[in-house]
């Protein structure tokens, strides 16, 4: 019988992945290449349920129970027998998932889909030597995937529309907010935004206009306040949007629109200012803690969930 969900690869993704998963109800695999990976792996995920259910986003009584459907397994054929749905979440290499789809293709029925969380590569390439590409898609979800709502649900170019829609309504089973992104273009959806923001940050920094750390606390506590519950198309039909066209003829002359990365940016690089991990990037991190810049982003994205879900209930 298959009903269950196979998440392959319990890394930091997989495991939040397979936490949402035992959490909606799902008798769920986490499936790696050795016993220690799936070990750490599980010990995750049940950290992300536990993380859930003591800020309240999970009962405990569906706290207790995801716990009971998670399982792990290094066989990936056995655990195919059982899968209803598959959601890669391996290397970010294209070879190698290529591999692993090609291999996926060939043990699954025509009817079970086979995802990928992907967060740069085209799931139409991805598919390429797929013998059923119609039946694969991307499920791109947000780190931490845990407590970010958001997947991105993208169809390649031989994906169908019915098979993608049909994923878009099992992860709203999983309390996420799936998008249905209807092109296979690099950046998917979400991230093609992220990037013309970041690009125009690091101009910003670049130019003199402003610090990082005002850049920063410029969308913090300006426009992201807004975002969860008022988009920017929301806004511009909101001002009406002859105002909207006024300021960006007005504005976006000014604005960077560069087709490559900020040369302030490659020359950080280049000087091996790569940011946490080098000690220094737009932050001085040997001043600053990671760890606990993380945790207040996880408890911000934790109360903006239970908001947000509030209101709509109301």
């Known amino acids: ?9 319990s890394g930091m993704m997989g495991s939040g992945i397979g936490a949402m998963s035992a959490l909606a109800g799902k008798k769920t695999i986490l499936v790696d290449l050795n016993e220690e990976k799936t070990t750490q792996g599980y010990k995750r995920a049940l950290e992300c349920i536990k993380l859930r259910q003591e800020n309240g986003l999970n009962t405990k009584d569906e706290a207790d129970r995801a716990a009971g459907l998670l399982s792990t397994s290094v066989d990936l054929k056995q655990s195919a027998e059982k899968a209803f749905l598959v959601i890669e979440a391996i290397v970010e290499n294209l070879e190698v998932k290529q591999s692993v789809f090609k291999e996926l293709d060939e043990l699954l029925p025509e009817d079970v889909p086979i995802c990928s969380n992907t967060s740069g590569l085209r799931i139409t390439d991805i598919a390429a030597f797929c013998k059923h590409p119609e039946r694969t898609v991307t499920t791109h979800f947000w780190l931490p995937a845990h407590l970010i709502p958001l997947v991105e649900v993208v169809m ?136 606990k810049d993380i945790e207040k982003r996880d408890k911000f994205i934790i109360e903006a969930v239970k908001i947000t879900d509030r209101i709509e209930r109301e």
């Open 156 to 291: 390649g170019d031989k994906t169908d529309l019915e098979l993608a829609q049909k994923i878009v309504s099992e992860l709203k089973t999983w309390r996420k907010k799936p998008v249905l992104v209807r092109k296979d273009l690099p950046g998917q959806l979400a991230n093609r935004i992220f990037q013309a923001i970041i690009r125009e940050a690091v101009s910003i920094v670049a130019s003199g206009l402003a610090s990082a750390e005002d850049v920063d606390m410029a969308i913090s506590c300006g426009m992201a306040m807004r975002f969860p519950e008022w988009g920017p198309l929301k806004h511009l039909d909101a001002i009406g949007l002859n105002l909207g066209l006024s300021v960006q003829d007005t504005v976006l002359p000014d604005i960077c629109a560069d087709k490559t990365a900020n040369e302030y940016l490659r020359n950080l690089v280049q000087q091996g200012d790569l940011g946490v991990t080098s000690g220094k990037g737009f932050y001085d991190w040997t001043t600053r803690n990671i760890e």
């Open 1 to 9: 019988m298959r009903d269950y969900v196979m998440v392959l690869g």
